[in-house]
């Protein structure tokens, strides 16, 4: 069987790619180290799978990729690719954003449309809640995006599903919740915070701290991923979190515990697109995919802590 990931060189898809060749899938992931973040980082999260076996690596975006010939050798697709990042989704940066969250989804689905595929699978966000009434939100709460992020990722989970429903593609859409972990992109906020910690600067917090997230540990979503394999349901949408809400501000207690430092933190104004809360209900992805959600975040954030230590030594 073979896998496509796109996105392969990025956080969450190149856990990805180590856990299906792992289970014995080859895969062939796509990635076009786009500027987003430092690509000797990128270059790290897949440099053990570029020296083994069953990984064939195209460096390459996917508008730029013969699709439909690739397409005719894969059995699952994995869309993970993205323009990732709330805060910089605003004015001029959102073309950016829909060209490779919007109209890269869009001709992937349509090469998608003359193969055989047993599943496509999309990694959507959390982001597509927003200003959501519910908390916990479910897969039929209201979507009111905050960001133009939110708004791109909430267009292609709907191609997806019209791409479904018009041509039979089997889609699955999984809405991640606030993932965190070793190999976490360098904007998002625990890896910031410990990088901070480590250069003995203070945390810059936008807020008052009291804001609430649903973290989720990247064991448990790449657990989401190989479950929905098999067991998703085409055309259906999941919440995979971590199963539990915690204040931002009750998160630094832990990591100076990690650590061993003393956490300096600087409030400023919260930022446009930044929710208030999120909150994942589970039931359906418990119900459906046996998902079941098991890092603590203590052992988490440790497990990030250590791989941080590595990764600016």
């Not at 915070?193 to 810059?204: G, H, N, R």
């Not at 929905?228 to 949408?237: D, H, R």
């Amino acid at each position: 069987m073979i896998c496509l990931v796109t996105g392969a060189a990025g956080f969450i898809a190149s856990h990805l790619c180590r856990r299906l060749v792992k289970e014995g899938f080859m895969v062939v992931g796509v990635d076009s180290f786009n500027d987003s973040y430092p690509k000797w980082i990128k270059e790290d999260n897949i440099h053990d799978l570029l020296q083994g076996k069953n990984f064939e690596f195209i460096a390459k975006g996917v508008e730029n990729v013969d699709l439909k010939k690739l397409l005719k050798r894969v059995d699952f697709v994995f869309h993970l690719a993205a323009q990732a990042g709330v805060r910089t989704s605003w004015g001029q940066n959102f073309e950016v954003y829909t060209k490779n969250n919007i109209q890269a989804t869009q001709k992937l689905l349509e090469a998608a449309k003359e193969t055989p595929l047993k599943k496509f699978i999309y990694a959507s966000s959390s982001s597509v809640y927003g200003l959501c009434p519910d908390l916990p939100m479910t897969e039929k709460s209201p979507l009111h995006p905050l960001s133009p992020y939110g708004v791109t990722k909430l267009a292609a989970e709907q191609l997806c599903f019209l791409y479904f429903k018009n041509y039979g593609i089997p889609t699955v859409s999984l809405r991640f919740f606030t993932v965190y972990g070793p190999g976490q992109r360098p904007d998002m906020a625990f890896h910031i915070f410990y990088k901070a910690l480590s250069e003995d600067k203070e945390i810059t917090v936008f807020g008052d701290g009291k804001q609430t997230r649903d973290f989720t540990y990247i064991d448990d979503i790449i657990e989401a991923n190989i479950a929905s394999l098999e067991m998703a349901k085409t055309g259906e949408v999941y919440n995979i979190g971590g199963g539990h809400q915690e204040k931002l501000e009750d998160v630094f207690p832990i990591m100076e515990k990690i650590s061993q430092k003393k956490i300096r933190i600087r409030k400023t104004e919260r930022q446009k697109g930044d929710v208030p809360h999120t909150f994942a209900l589970i039931e359906k992805a418990q119900h459906d995919l046996n998902y079941s959600p098991k890092t603590p975040l203590m052992d988490g954030l440790k497990e990030e802590w250590l791989w941080l230590q590595r990764l600016y030594s």
